[in-house]
């Protein structure tokens, strides 16, 4: 990723390594609890609300070629059970781990004299700037590897019934008595017919029974 505009310390995502050195093989951890970024997750399935606490653990090293930053993200996420619909709770234990490169080095470490001249290899790459490194976009990417894309409140939910839609873990016995479709037909034919086609079909019907007993 192309260098953007300058970064904002007082952003709790904002990582300053100053402290850290440029001396590879320098380790630095920190340990931050931060408010969760709009649209932290699977959007419209599940997530971590805006503002949630989340959890850092991180390992940053002084790298050749910039700030190598492992870390874990812990928090809480929330959303709905594609089986029944009823909200859910997950506790989430996010991985990390990412290169971010100085601006005046290649990927090897080398010094270069105009850093991002190859768009193409800076699309991808994240940047040290002025000594801060944004973990943002790190976190969103572990967070939704995090998660399932699917969500149950439990792993064997029945979910709801396909007839009434009625939540089945409820209802254990829960159940319609089968009815022939072909009688069904015939009862909703009989429904919809008025009093009055009724009564001449009835009479239809016994005119052809004494034309048969004749």
Not at 188 to 200: F, I, Q, T, V
């Given at each position: 990723?192309?260098?953007?505009?300058?970064?904002?310390?007082?952003?709790?995502?904002?990582?300053?390594?100053?402290?850290?050195?440029?001396?590879?093989?320098?380790?630095?951890?920190?340990?931050?609890?931060?408010?969760?970024?709009?649209?932290?997750?699977?959007?419209?399935?599940?997530?971590?609300?805006?503002?949630?606490?989340?959890?850092?653990?991180?390992?940053?090293?002084?790298?050749?070629?910039?700030?190598?930053?492992?870390?874990?993200?812990?928090?809480?996420?929330?959303?709905?059970?594609?089986?029944?619909?009823?909200?859910?709770?997950?506790?989430?234990?996010?991985?990390?781990?990412?290169?971010?490169?100085?601006p005046d080095a290649d990927d090897r470490g080398r010094p270069v004299?105009?850093?991002?001249d190859d768009a193409e290899d800076d699309e991808d790459r994240l940047?040290?700037?002025?000594?801060?490194?944004?973990?943002?976009?790190?976190?969103?990417?572990?967070?939704?590897?995090?998660?399932?894309?699917?969500?149950?409140?439990?792993?064997?939910?029945?979910?709801?019934?396909?007839?009434?839609?009625?939540?089945?873990?409820?209802?254990?016995?829960?159940?319609?008595?089968?009815?022939?479709?072909?009688?069904?037909?015939?009862?909703?034919?009989?429904?919809?017919?008025?009093?009055?086609?009724?009564?001449?079909?009835?009479g239809a019907e016994a005119g052809v029974d004494e034309k048969q007993?004749?």
């Amino acid at each position: 990723m192309a260098l953007n505009a300058r970064l904002d310390h007082r952003n709790p995502l904002v990582i300053d390594t100053h402290e850290l050195g440029r001396r590879p093989g320098a380790l630095q951890r920190l340990t931050r609890t931060v408010d969760a970024p709009r649209d932290l997750g699977i959007q419209g399935v599940v997530g971590v609300p805006e503002g949630a606490p989340v959890e850092l653990d991180l390992r940053l090293e002084s790298v050749m070629e910039g700030v190598l930053v492992t870390g874990t993200a812990r928090a809480t996420a929330e959303g709905e059970c594609v089986r029944c619909l009823e909200p859910v709770e997950l506790e989430l234990e996010a991985d990390f781990q990412e290169m971010f490169s100085y601006p005046d080095a290649d990927d090897r470490g080398r010094p270069v004299a105009e850093p991002g001249d190859d768009a193409e290899d800076d699309e991808d790459r994240l940047f040290v700037e002025d000594g801060l490194i944004d973990l943002e976009a790190v976190l969103r990417d572990a967070v939704v590897l995090a998660l399932p894309m699917q969500p149950v409140c439990r792993e064997d939910c029945p979910g709801l019934c396909a007839e009434c839609g009625a939540r089945l873990a409820d209802d254990p016995d829960h159940h319609h008595d089968a009815v022939d479709i072909r009688w069904a037909a015939l009862q909703g034919l009989a429904d919809s017919l008025e009093p009055g086609d009724k009564d001449d079909k009835s009479g239809a019907e016994a005119g052809v029974d004494e034309k048969q007993e004749k």
